[in-house]
């Protein structure tokens, strides 16, 4: 039997206890894993969903300031779930709200964003014959820019460091990988 299925068995939440609430909850956990005792905080996060919009040989990306980082990054549309939302019904949503397009969507993959500290599950979609709509609300944090770029200048910006956002390129290289 491999080692991280045992590893998984022997874990024991000893005791739990949350820090904060509010858009984000966190918490701090003690637990038992191999024998040991070990403390972690946990980020417990809304899952969320991205979206690889694609018009012919471009995609649509997002440049939007991000706080934490005080910069603004080239990203994929992007956005948590909702509370009685679906996977799929974000993506929608998201679509409509931050590059203003309606299409056929898929999965591509799903993927734990930062699971050493997070609970955030990302669901990745790839978008298809969009047609354009009334662009949604944004919200309050949200000031979006939209751009299209060739899937191919995209990559090279994935890979020689200016794109930054780790969902999108992700997202980007996996669907490049998928469709070449």
């Avoid at 354009?132 to 995209?154: C, F, K, P, Q, S």
Wanted: proline fraction near 3%; include cysteine; charge should be positive.
């Amino acid at each position: 039997m491999p080692h991280i299925y045992k590893t998984m068995r022997s874990v024991k939440v000893i005791e739990s206890s949350r820090i904060y609430s509010g858009g984000i909850n966190l918490r701090k956990d003690k637990f038992s894993l191999n024998g040991k005792i070990v403390e972690k905080e946990v980020v417990g996060h809304q899952d969320s969903v991205g979206i690889v919009a694609v018009r012919g040989s471009s995609v649509i990306l997002v440049t939007q300031y991000r706080h934490a980082v005080n910069k603004a990054l080239l990203e994929i549309p992007a956005g948590k779930i909702e509370k009685n939302e679906t996977p799929m019904q974000a993506a929608v949503r998201e679509m409509a709200e931050e590059i203003g397009c309606s299409g056929t969507l898929r999965p591509l993959l799903k993927w734990y964003l930062a699971p050493g500290y997070s609970t955030e599950l990302m669901h990745i979609f790839v978008a298809t014959n969009l047609r354009e709509i009334t662009r949604g609300l944004l919200d309050d944090d949200e000031n979006i820019e939209i751009r299209n770029m060739r899937l191919t200048a995209a990559i090279g910006k994935c890979l020689n460091g200016n794109i930054e956002d780790a969902k999108t390129i992700a997202a980007l290289l996996a669907y490049y990988s998928q469709s070449n």
